[in-house]
């Protein structure tokens, strides 16, 4: 149970601003290619850069440092744990013409 209401009460540091901009205009665009193009295009790099970053993976959920008391026991939760830690790593293949059109 004190795992639990420590998890409960954890308060979420402030979040810093990304450094993408979202709009749909030319400079927001021109932004964010000079982003990527400092960090090489390496879009997970500039992801786990910033920790508060509402764009780093698993920004939403709490730290999995406190969740680890509470869900240990859960036979998914390791890899629930690195999703969370590392973001999702879904395999993309490419897909054939006839089932894309």
Not at 36 to 58: F, K, M, R, V
Not at 80 to 86: D, G, N, Q, S, V
């Amino acid at each position: 149970m004190a795992a639990i209401k420590n998890a409960l009460a954890w308060h979420p540091p402030p979040r810093s601003k990304p450094g993408f901009k979202f709009k749909l205009t030319e400079l927001a665009a021109r932004t964010n290619l000079e982003i990527l193009e400092s960090y090489n295009y390496d879009l997970q790099a500039i992801l786990l850069e910033d920790a508060h970053s509402p764009l780093c993976p698993g920004s939403e959920f709490r730290p999995t440092a406190i969740l680890d008391p509470v869900l240990q026991g859960h036979p998914l939760w390791a890899r629930a744990k690195k999703t969370l830690m590392h973001g999702a790593h879904l395999p993309v293949e490419p897909i054939k013409e006839q089932p894309r059109l």
